[in-house]
T-cell receptor, first 114, second 115 residues
Framework: DAGVIQSPRHEVTEMGQEVTLRCKPISGHDYLFWYRQTMMRGLELLIYFNNNVPIDDSGMPEDRFSAKMPNASFSTLKIQPSEPRDSAVYFC????????????FGPGTRLLVL | AQSVTQLGSHVSVSEGALVLLRCNYSSSVPPYLFWYVQYPNQGLQLLLKYTSAATLVKGINGFEAEFKKSETSFHLTKPSAHMSDAAEYFCATYAGGTSYGKLTFGQGTILTVHP
């Protein structure tokens, strides 16, 4: 398997623009996670899905953030409108089950909002 | 809720020296504990995990960690550091309570290896 695939790898945009991050989980994995990593706050879980259904979105910072998983092989994280404080690395991860199961991380999308 | 604390945000060792990265957990129930490594500009990769089986867990790249309930610790060690071990290391556990199912990470420890 190619692992978790994320696109784009880098994104530079201007404040106020819409940003869409994409993720393809490992085939057969039924959990998908979106994380954000910053120097100040470290790694934060934003939202996770089980069998394409959002389970916990309490980590989503505000209404400007939304995530969808229309099918088992694709998920998006959208920021609209974007702000400079959204600049971070966004990771997608997937796992087969939870708790003791390993989460496999994608390479991340490095977002810079000017 | 379960959490982990990594002691030392930066650790520097010489090539060939012992690597010791510290992690303490807080949990009211037997925890699941993980060590992940992040190389520059890459995602996190699992090094090893503890799931209530053997207390000494061996991982990839020569790393191992020992679960010590009496000390609530899960320190990561490697007998001899290699230049390629330079990276950031994260200890993690699954949160409990209302956050059941969420993986909670420590703040990370940056390992520098000197020639």
């Amino acid at each position: 398997d190619a692992g978790v695939i994320q696109s784009p790898r880098h994104e530079v945009t201007e404040m106020g623009q819409e940003v869409t991050l994409r993720c393809k989980p490992i085939s057969g994995h039924d959990y998908l996670f979106w994380y954000r990593q910053t120097m100040m706050r470290g790694l934060e879980l934003l939202i996770y899905f089980n069998n394409n259904v959002p389970i916990d979105d309490s980590g989503m910072p505000e209404d400007r953030f939304s995530a969808k998983m229309p099918n088992a092989s694709f998920s998006t994280l959208k920021i609209q409108p974007s702000e400079p404080r959204d600049s971070a690395v966004y990771f997608c991860a997937s796992s087969l089950g939870w708790t003791e199961e390993t989460q496999y991380f994608g390479p991340g999308t490095r977002l810079l909002v000017l | 809720a379960q959490s982990v604390t990594q002691l030392g945000s930066h650790v520097s060792v010489s090539e060939g020296a012992l690597v010791l990265l510290r992690c303490n957990y807080s949990s009211s129930v037997p925890p699941y504990l993980f060590w992940y490594v992040q190389y520059p500009n890459q995602g996190l990769q699992l090094l090893l995990k503890y799931t209530s089986a053997a207390t000494l867990v061996k991982g990839i790249n020569g790393f191992e960690a020992e679960f010590k309930k009496s000390e609530t610790s899960f320190h990561l060690t490697k007998p001899s550091a290699h230049m390629s071990d330079a990276a950031e290391y994260f200890c993690a556990t699954y949160a409990g309570g209302t956050s059941y199912g969420k993986l909670t990470f420590g703040q990370g420890t940056i390992l520098t290896v000197h020639p």
